[in-house]
């Protein structure tokens, strides 16, 4: 595991801070959120339930089907998976022990009440710890920013999913394939200049999916319904000027967005 990644979502424990919230970790879907008068933590974390709420949307039909969502963090989006969308079976599957552990703790009484349709695995999204086909469909929100290989992920993406079956990821992605991008966001953002997120883009990602055997590949900014929710969010707590400020002003910039892209597996 990259020493960023451990120590991120280890001893750190980013998904404690007040930065998330409610079990989950990522940046949010504001769309009908009033961005006006001050942001509460229930908006925040109606933020992030919605951008799990966008995915999974994506995977439709989803009734009485087999998922794996890969960096699962917390969990707490295996559980709306299970209980709005009605998956027979969903796996969540983290890098991270740590993360696991807090899964486990997390949804324990989901777990136990519906042990068969609900697990959490140790596995990284190079690597899966699954035979081939075992799954309908693959999703991840917010993780794929932290992957090291795309054409691995891709490679094992196409691999558990069952023919016909389809993959949603979304994450913040470079737009092109711009060579000065991975530089021009490490001076910006500090989680790039550690290593913790990698610049990666549409394009190599694109590639890495199509080369993985994967097709009707569809790709889809949602950029306007993230970063300037997530910016009035990191107001509340970071002044202009600070390093988080600037994913607003790489945004704008043109060198980061925010992305949903899908994939199918050809078959059945
Ligand atoms: C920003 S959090 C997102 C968690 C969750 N999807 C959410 O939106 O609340 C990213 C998660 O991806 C996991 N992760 C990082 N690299 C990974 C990899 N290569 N394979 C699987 N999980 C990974 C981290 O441990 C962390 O739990």
């Known amino acids: ?6 120590e991120t979502y280890g001893p750190a424990d980013l998904g404690a801070t007040p930065l998330f919230g409610g079990g989950f970790i990522n940046f949010g879907h504001w769309q009908g959120i009033d ?13 992030q339930r919605a951008l799990y709420r966008h995915v999974l949307a994506a995977l439709a039909p989803t009734e009485g089907l087999r998922a794996v969502e890969v960096g699962c963090g917390l969990g707490t989006g295996c559980a709306m998976a299970l209980e709005e969308y009605g998956f ?10 740590q993360q696991l552990d807090r899964a486990r703790r997390a949804q324990a009484a989901l777990l136990a009440d519906q042990a068969d349709r609900l697990r959490f695995v140790q596995g990284a999204a190079e690597s899966m710890p699954y035979g081939d086909a075992e799954f309908d469909r693959v999703y991840s929100v917010e993780a794929a920013q932290h992957f090291r290989d795309l054409d691995a992920f891709a490679r094992e993406t196409a691999r558990v999913l069952k023919p016909g079956g389809r993959a949603a990821v979304t994450s913040f992605f470079v737009p092109d394939a711009d060579p000065a991008r991975p530089g021009q966001l490490a001076a910006l953002l500090h989680t790039f200049a550690t290593g913790l997120d990698v610049a990666h883009s ?17 790709v889809t900014s949602i950029g306007a319904a993230v970063w300037h929710g997530w910016d009035r969010w990191l107001s509340t707590m970071w002044q202009p000027g600070t390093w988080p400020r600037n994913f607003l002003r790489a945004y704008d910039d043109g060198i980061l967005d925010y992305f949903t892209v899908t994939a199918a597996r050809p078959g059945a």
């Open 202 to 218: 549409i394009p190599e990602l694109t590639g890495s999916l199509e080369r993985s055997g994967l097709t009707d590949i569809r």
């Open 1 to 6: 595991m990259p020493p960023a990644v451990q």
């Open 88 to 97: 027979a079976q969903v796996t969540g599957m983290d890098i991270h022990p």
């Open 35 to 47: 961005l006006g008068p001050v942001l509460t933590e229930e908006d925040r974390i109606r933020s």
